[in-house]
């Protein structure tokens, strides 16, 4: 079956940055678009960045532009998300989601999350 399974998040300090990874099984990884969410407690469920099946297609959300990374490799069959300037409003859990449309904000989108991962900003 297919299993997304996010790593990489913790605890730190505002300012500081973090590499989120999501490792992909049970797929063609290759044939699908990746994006990443995330869900503060008592907040809907937000888009943060997407990448083509390629790689060669990015999307993200204005809140994160210019302070988070989407990439892939499609060999391990792995994507990943470098935050940089983390804030305390950065606090939440964030998905990795597998899509065949993309890349794409919307969530409907995607057929396949993650379990997700804690990141904790403290200021």
């Known amino acids: 079956q297919v299993q997304l399974v996010e790593s990489g998040g913790g605890l730190v300090q505002a300012g500081g940055s973090l590499r989120l990874s999501c490792a992909a099984s049970g797929l063609t990884f290759s044939r699908y678009a990746m994006g990443w969410f995330r869900q503060a407690p008592g907040k809907e469920r937000e888009f943060l960045a997407a990448i083509s099946w390629s790689g060669g297609g990015t999307y993200y959300a204005d809140s994160v532009k210019g302070r988070f990374a989407i990439s892939r490799d499609n060999a391990k069959n792995t994507v990943y998300l470098q935050m940089n300037s983390l804030k305390a409003d950065d606090t939440a859990v964030y998905y990795c989601?597998?899509?065949?449309?993309?890349?794409?904000?919307?969530?409907?989108?995607?057929?396949?999350w993650g379990q997700g991962t804690q990141v904790t900003v403290s200021s």
């Open positions: 989601a597998a899509g065949l449309q993309g890349p794409s904000g919307g969530e409907l989108s995607y057929l396949y």
